[in-house]
């Protein structure tokens, strides 16, 4: 990719049921771009991946939410899966944790089911997003406009469909987390 993350540090938000592809994905680009990743959870205890409803691989934890900063990561990534964000929106403090990282006007990547955490912690109202389908109400409910595309950027927060998306996500992504997040337009 030809913008380098040197010296970026990048958090991915994910817990049991994380979507594998869309784990892993994310986390390679950033890499090859020159990022660092913590997998940050809700414990510190491996968490268990899947591919679509199957289960995957198992992914050391890096740092458990409650004993992360915000101010010390350059983006946040928040992959889906379905049961990885309903049990992140179900948890206070990942629901802090998001809400802090949008504030903060950081990049903010999510695909697929991944919008859920961003939902619960209140800061879809008025923006433009892409998801899953299925969770267009609930994004529509929360004040957002839902669009059908493959990639979708908002000052800064950058959403997509499915893991077929994923290499738009991956590289609109490592862009954005190059620029600062402030490039704003749909891509």
Known sequence: MAAKLDGKRVAILATDGVEEMEYTKTRAAVEAAGGTVELISLGAEPIQSVDHLDKSATY??????TDADPAGYDALVLPGGVAN???LRADPNA?????????????????CHGLWPLVEANVVQGRTLTSW????????????????EEVYVDNGLI?????????????????????????????
């Open 95 to 111: 629901v802090r944790f998001v809400r802090t990282f949008v504030e903060s006007g950081k990049p903010v990547a999510a695909i």
């Open 85 to 87: 964000p309903d049990f």
């Open 60 to 65: 050391e934890v890096d740092r458990v939410v």
């Open 133 to 148: 389908p299925s969770l267009r109400t609930d994004l529509a409910n929360a004040g957002a406009t839902w669009v059908d």
């Open 159 to 187: 959403t997509s469909r499915r893991p077929g998306d994923l290499p738009a996500f991956c590289a609109t992504l490592v862009a954005e987390i190059a620029d600062g997040g402030y490039a704003g337009s749909a891509s």
